[in-house]
């Protein structure tokens, strides 16, 4: 017996077949919102992270582009495969390749919350060793130009400032006395004028409020947020978003399964029944290829009734199948000409393969079913 039967006809078949191809492109869509979003909101944070990090932003988006670019081929596949299922629905391999095609998409479904929960660690570890990167970065701050170049863009481009406050260029020592000259000139002529500091730390002395420990310029910062919060958040929204997309993808993945199989069931159960244009019976589990055609057997040929596909019907499927053939290969001509039905080698084999698998296939059926 089958589970969720729908008898559909030419019609249903053809809705079902619209149904498919939205989905289809709704996933290709999605695919294609995925990649875009990602990469917009992330971009900016990418960019400055990419000489510090490289090997895990490269990791992220190749994971990221990998599983878009796998849906793009599967789903454009599928627009293929819809019109194989409405024009040649006894193509004996159309079965195993619909099967086939089912299952890559639903392990394409789920790669995608893999994809979604291996970005998400990847983002957590990620903060982790930011976190620690920026630090020595504040403490290579005047010797090493790279981690200036980068912590200076990070905090203009950003708006932050420090690591996870503006308090951490006060606790991180990134300057030393090496870097005070106080025997330069302008220390010397400061000296010379009476502004330096008399305690000798180098600090001019009409400055001493600014230079106090608890004056309020001393702790004051443009932005109050850090920087490791400011590069957290764009990834935080893009690793959501990629969630959000995969949950979707998954939801009409199960949507594209259900229309693929009732295609291919009641396309079926129509050719089974001699009349590809016919109506047919379509559904999601079980197996109604006995209860298709009721046949009457005669007592010579064993008498009984069984759900068979009548011997008359395969030989019209056969007929159907080469002429339809023919008619496609064959050159056009004017119509007061007759139309030739000669054809090459190539396809009258093609042609006789296929019929010797239409029939093959009646014939286990059939006696399976007596």
Partial sequence: MACCAVELGAAGRGACATALRSALIAQLVLSLCLVIFCYNASIHVLTLLKDVHRVTILFVYGLILLHAYSMKLHYTSGLRLTSILTQYPYWPRIDPL???????????????????????????????????????????????????????????????CGVDKP????????????????????????????????????????????????????????????????????????????????????????IIIVLARMLRTSARSAVLRGDRLGPGLGYLFGNTEKQIQKVQYTAEEGGGDAFVPHPTHVYRLIKEHSIHFMTRCAPVTSSAEPRPTYLNSRFVANIQKDNFYIARNVRRRTRRAV
């Avoid at 639903?106 to 570890?125: M, Q, R």
């Avoid at 010397?188 to 305690?199: E, F, H, N, V, Y």
Wanted: glycine letters at 4%; hydrophobic letters at 50%; charged letters at 20%.
């Fill in 98 to 160: 619909c099967r086939t095609w089912t299952v890559l998409g639903s392990l394409i479904a789920i790669n995608g919350l893999f994809v979604s929960s291996a970005c998400h660690l990847t983002l957590k570890a990620l903060m982790k060793d930011l976190s620690v990167s920026l630090r020595v970065g504040i403490a290579q701050y005047l010797t090493e130009p790279t981690w200036k170049r980068l912590l200076d863009t990070m905090q203009v481009e950003l708006r932050c």
């Fill in 167 to 254: 308090s951490d260029w006060h606790e991180i020592p990134w300057i030393t006395m090496d870097f005070l000259n106080q025997d330069s000139e302008l220390v010397m002529s400061s000296r010379a004028l009476g502004l330096a500091d008399k305690r000798g730390s180098g600090r001019q002395w009409t400055w001493r409020e600014v230079w106090a420990e608890r004056a309020a310029l001393a702790a004051a910062s443009l932005h109050a947020n850090g920087c490791a919060d400011a590069v957290q958040e764009p990834l935080r929204r893009a690793v959501f978003a990629l969630k959000c997309f995969n949950v979707i993808v998954f939801i009409l993945q199960m």
